[in-house]
């Protein structure tokens, strides 16, 4: 005999014995219906805390015939909501003979528990088989759709329940009833399961089943959600024609998928739609449709709306100001983003750490340094915490008005539990707005005032060194950094590498990559880019291939940018063959050459004098969609005077000035000598024309010497 499904019987209503389940019966009842009213979401667990037992059975008596199984008749297992979703009806002519469902018995609508629980049983895993498919075959039991109905909600697995809802669907007799589908609907959306959905949608229209308005919301909130507008739309439309009429929550979903996908015009037709129809708005309504038109730029729009929502005694809440904040901040309308701030204020609505950051983000456009230091105040008086985004709009505020010594009055006021994160935002900011000075003055301040420095403080500091003339400081930090315990990271390594590389240090650069070889952290991609770049400008090509051979070793796969360093290393030499050989590798390894690329093809081919070659290299690359850049035309310019092409020269100089690019001092440089290599050019020209573009004859000559370094 089976007992494994004793643990799916509802809790606590046969508790006794089997003699009272009359009393349990109807206490069930009531427990059921009183769950109903509940919130959706907790079908689930419902139907594991009332399937759990009536442990006192004996199962054994009840399936050979006792009594104890028929009192379980009076038991209503199935969901009122069922009453809403029922087949056919009233409000979907045109449907055929399945239009209106047969009379529900007592007897059709029970659930049987150990059917249930059978079914439930075979239902394991985590994929439908064909395995899954002969064992309930075996089974050899008749089941209604209400009972298909408390299997589908007791399995969370999308993919044994799509299968065991079609295979149920091609038993003799059986069909599955709204309930059904509206539960397999709940599931595979949640398991996002959208083309099962589809096929789902698709047969419930081949049975000409009735969609009532809530089977309808769920599916256009399912789609709409997942960003499925078209989808979503598809289905809004159809309402009409289904003889149902949308409510107001059909209306948000719609609202919020043409907002969400840039469709404002369709967004202010279903808002319209909304008023005609009387199903007005809800709060959330109101503020997705006005930050949609905010971020659009339709600030007025977004006015009308708040104006309208006010209107119809709606109250703006803490989001709806903040919305209309930060779009008036955006668009530079300070005075108006104000007035909202204290209109908000004088209806008794709590701005919170967003509101105060778009007000001070607003107030940091204009300099109001004073006004921006009085909200920060008010701020952290209403019990607010800075975040790392109200720091960097107040370093920005004072920044720009040369005030930087009010940060020390910034951190004096706000709480001291968070002033060791303060600073780290602090120096953070202060570091990437070039002020390197009064990041270490605040570094040093922060030790000064009793705070352990933080690892988020540290590299705050030591990236404003390496940015600046302190890597020298900032090696000495990483050190520091190591005796007080904190791990370093490859990232951070790269970036005092690349600092190193900047300030022609190449050699201490190479010294810090054996170290993290040998002591971690391990070099990545970025950390061989920057070498290989920096030993192909230092003219060490043997070392640069020796770079990339070990990267493909220690498992770091080379990119387009690793290809285009050493390409760029050997172009510089005039390599053509080592050029052209490291090229096919780059495609073969499925990599397409980008602008970078065809501009050191370029340049190598003008090295070694091989003009056609480079001018091929330059139709390659229009043809692939590239747009020439300034470098690319000076390289083109450079290759075609050196050739004596004088005519083709000029021209190219012309596409290049056509395509909005100002020549410089080499630019010019390289057309001084397509002028001297030509007696029938008028070099006053040249010099007219130098003179017209701003630049001195100084930096031509500059830039002459240069060329003739190169070349």
Request: proline letters at 3%; aromatic letters at 10%; glycine letters at 8%.
């Amino acid at each position: 005999s089976r007992t494994p499904f004793k643990r799916y019987l509802p809790t606590g209503c046969l508790s006794e014995a089997p003699t009272s389940l009359n009393s349990a019966a109807a206490d069930f009842t009531r427990q059921r219906k009183s769950a109903n009213k509940k919130d959706r979401t907790t079908d689930n667990a419902f139907f594991e805390e009332q399937m759990m037992a009536v442990r006192e059975i004996d199962w054994e008596q009840a399936e050979s015939g006792g009594d104890g199984l028929d009192l379980l008749k009076g038991i209503n297992w199935e969901d009122e909501s069922d009453e809403q979703y029922e087949e056919g009806g009233k409000t979907n002519p045109g449907y055929g003979r399945n239009e209106t469902e047969e009379p529900r018995t007592q007897q059709s609508r029970s659930v049987r528990p150990h059917v249930v629980s059978l079914l439930c049983d075979e239902l394991g895993g985590t994929k439908w088989t064909s395995e899954v498919e002969r064992r309930l075959n075996r089974l050899n039991i008749e089941f209604n759709p209400f009972e298909v109905e408390w299997v589908l909600r007791g399995k969370q697995n999308a993919h044994i329940v799509w299968g065991f809802f079609n295979w149920a669907a091609t038993k003799s007799g059986y069909k599955h009833n709204s309930s059904c589908y509206k539960k397999m609907i709940d599931i595979l959306g949640g398991a996002k399961e959208y083309d099962y959905l589809q096929m789902l949608v698709d047969e419930m229209d081949l049975q000409r089943l009735h969609f009532s308005i809530t089977t309808m919301n769920t599916l256009i909130e399912i789609f709409s959600t997942s960003g499925r507008v078209g989808k979503a739309e598809e289905l809004y439309l159809k309402l009409g024609r289904l003889g149902l009429n949308p409510n107001a929550f059909t209306y948000k979903c719609m609202l919020h998928a043409y907002v969400k996908s840039g469709q404002l015009s369709k967004a202010l037709l279903v808002y319209e739609n909304m008023k005609r129809a009387r199903q007005l708005a809800d709060n959330i309504s109101y503020n997705i449709l006005m930050d949609g038109l905010g971020k659009a730029g339709q600030v007025e729009s977004a006015y009308k709306i708040f104006e309208e929502m006010k209107y119809f005694g709606y109250v703006p809440d803490v989001y709806t100001y903040t919305i209309l904040i930060r779009m008036f901040g955006r668009e530079g309308q300070i005075d108006r983003a104000v007035r909202i701030f204290n209109e908000m204020v004088a209806s008794n609505c709590r701005p919170n750490m967003f509101t105060f950051n778009a007000l001070l983000s607003a107030l940091s456009k204009e300099d109001k340094v004073e006004d921006g230091l009085k909200v920060f105040r008010n701020m952290l008086e209403s019990g607010m915490v800075p975040d790392k985004y109200t720091y960097v709009y107040l370093v920005s505020l004072v920044g720009k008005a040369g005030r930087l010594k009010e940060l020390y009055e910034m951190l004096k006021v706000s709480p001291r539990n968070f002033r060791t994160e303060a600073y780290g935002m602090l120096i953070h900011t202060v570091g990437k707005m070039g002020y390197f000075q009064e990041a270490c003055n605040l570094f040093m301040k922060m030790g000064q005032d009793g705070h352990k420095h933080s690892e988020a403080a540290y590299w705050a500091i030591i990236d404003s060194c390496c940015k600046s003339d302190g890597v020298d400081v900032a090696l000495a930090l990483v050190a520091e950094m190591e005796q007080q315990g904190y791990q370093l990271s490859t990232m951070h390594c790269n970036m005092i590498i690349s600092a190193l590389r900047k300030k022609g240090r190449l050699n201490d650069a190479i010294k810090l990559f054996e170290e993290m070889k040998a002591k971690g952290p391990p070099p990545d991609t970025v950390t061989f880019n920057t070498l290989i770049a920096a030993l192909g400008r230092a003219g060490r090509p043997d070392f640069a291939l020796h770079l990339f051979s070990e990267m493909e070793e220690l498992g770091c796969r080379p990119n387009v940018i690793s290809y285009n360093s050493l390409i760029y290393c050997f172009s510089r030499l005039g390599d053509v063959n080592s050029t052209h050989e490291l090229l096919r590798k780059m495609e073969d390894k499925g990599m397409n050459p980008d602008i970078v690329t065809y501009n050191s093809l370029i340049e190598c081919f003008g090295r070694m004098g091989h003009p056609d070659a480079a001018l091929d290299i330059f139709l390659q690359m229009t043809e692939k969609g590239y747009c020439p850049t300034f470098l690319t035309y000076n390289n083109l310019l450079s290759c075609l005077a050196k050739a004596g092409r004088t005519e083709l020269a000029l021209s190219f100089y012309q596409q290049m000035k056509e395509q909005g690019y100002a020549p410089d001092a080499l630019t010019f440089a390289i057309l001084d000598r397509v002028y001297a290599s030509d007696p029938n050019l008028d070099r006053g020209q040249l010099q007219a024309e130098i003179q017209r573009a701003g630049v001195a004859y100084k930096y031509c000559s500059f830039a002459q010497r240069r060329l003739e370094q190169i070349y």
